[in-house]
């Protein structure tokens, strides 16, 4: 410690967060900066008090939107924002005016975006509105506000995607899926946090703060797109997209009770991203897909980017048409249940609101059968996952290296590999080069997409009901790995989270306390009391309609 009245200069790195962060909080108007009436009523330090900010209104109690505004952010589904935009019974000024006071007052709560560009958005709405009074609506999407997860690209805007060492480099290209929501008539009005390497459930990194999940700030918002999950949750967006490659759309999702679909790979155009990993590596492809607060929301986000022919735009999308369904049968589908791995227990909530969801469903003359878990095998999905993801080590940890900034506790964690090491399934790597080992473990990828083909067979299953994972959302730095969800990432599945039913300390009130050979978080009923709850729907890849045909039937029935 030096002598009384000595500062230590900040490093090189802090100097160009405290910049960045001066950025962010400038293109905040003052007008809608909370008064203080407002913060000095919440705990502090906000991640280690469980302030519940949707229970507080905020919103409404700051005085900042106006009751139309509110009205709007509060009282719409996505398809009558649409409508009424169509209709001209709301102006997409109107919409995306209240949408950005919104995000203002969700940023300031809870970190939850990175680039803000409010400006931009409603210079683009006015001359939207203009355009349709012209009678020259763009698509389906005409007039409505989306919010985009930090890694999609924007001409002239940053996609630091959490590293310092990136800050100050502006997108010279939009992403395909920028260019194909602008075509179908989007609003883009901000970009949403992430975790440091965009490979953990905590959307921290020490430009933008951590993430706070607005049901409870002491919980985590997820990752990778937890800024989106927060954002949607908070109902500062519409409709937000973010990306899943272990289920970084759904985990948001689940933690701040949205809707989120994780479609198979490259149906929703994913090139032109910053990434931090190694370039041209891809072992499990990531899916970009939707989060939203209304289930309807999924599918007309997904139908109106598939049926722009994506593929014209992006040389890596599936250049496969949506596909239109027959209407559901009212009852007698057929779905398999996946069980609890017992190397990953499911706490007390989870398996009430599984339990209750059964039951609804099978109310409404479905048939549900409970699969083994030696059929399902998620520890082993995780195995195979993890030696993929590790294959090519020290990318992201270059990146924060060449900063010279600190990893955030998430990172610096580090999981180490799955199944504690405990290898059942993937073992004898060890004196394999990375050709050979990225070969073993491919051919026990493709074992395991043969073992599921054969359960969709043998069980003649319409669809798969499963947790969304262990736990809802967690204390941060806790959540660990995401087995529930990375099991269909591996085997590239359509995947739907539905928000159902939530943590309750007097109905869920025994704690879970994680054995040895287990892994995953403990469950303290009073902590988790309140934290939404889900369930996750799944069909097999590219049967993505199917997936959301399935997955609205459930929603039904739970409704």
Known sequence: MGSIGHQEEPASWQIKVAEKQKQSFAAIPEAWRLPESITKGLSYPLEEKPNRLIELDIPRKSGILSDKELEITEQNTVAQLLSKLASGGLTSVEVTLAFCKRAAIAQQLTSCLTEIFFDDALIRAESLDKRRAAGEPLGPLHGLPVSLKDGFQLVDKEASIGYVSFLGNKSVKNSPLVDTL??????????????????????????????????????????????????????????????????????????????????????????????????????????????????????????????????????????????????????????????????????????????????????????????????????????????????????????IQASGEPPVPSVAKNLGPANQGKYSYVTNLEDLDTLHKFAAVSVKRAEFVEAWRKIWVEHRLDAIIAPSAQNTAVPHDTFGFPPYTCLFNLLDYPACVIPYSKASKEQDNVPLTIQSGQAGPNYDPVVFDGAPCSIQVVTRSMRDEECLVAAGVVDACLK
Request: aromatic share 6%.
């Open 182 to 399: 602008l075509n179908l008539g989007a609003v883009l009005y901000v970009k949403t946090n992430i975790p440091m390497t965009l490979m953990t459930a905590e959307s921290h990194n020490n430009i933008f703060g951590r993430c706070l999940n607005p049901h409870n700030t002491a919980l985590n918002a997820g990752g990778s797109s937890g800024g989106e999950g927060a954002l949607v949750a908070f109902r500062g967006s519409p409709i937000g997209v973010g990306t899943d490659v272990a289920g970084s759309v759904r985990i948001p999702s689940l933690c701040c009770g949205t809707y989120g679909f994780k479609p198979t790979s490259n149906r929703v155009p994913y090139g032109g991203q910053a990434i931090p990993g190694l370039a041209g590596f891809k072992p499990i492809v990531a899916s970009a897909g939707p989060l939203a607060n209304d289930f309807a929301a999924l599918e007309i986000f997904t139908k109106a980017v598939v049926d722009s022919t994506p593929a014209l735009l992006d040389s890596t999308a599936i250049d496969v048409p949506w596909r239109k369904l027959d209407q559901p049968k009212k009852s007698g589908l057929r779905f398999g249940l996946v069980p609890e791995d017992p190397a990953y227990p499911l706490h007390p909530p989870i398996k009430r609101a599984l339990k209750e969801a059964v039951a609804k469903i099978q109310a409404q003359g479905h048939e549900v059968v409970t699969l083994r878990s030696d059929e399902t095998r998620t520890s082993d999905a995780i195995e195979v996952a993890f030696e993929l993801f590790s294959l090519a080590p020290g990318t992201a940890i270059r990146h």
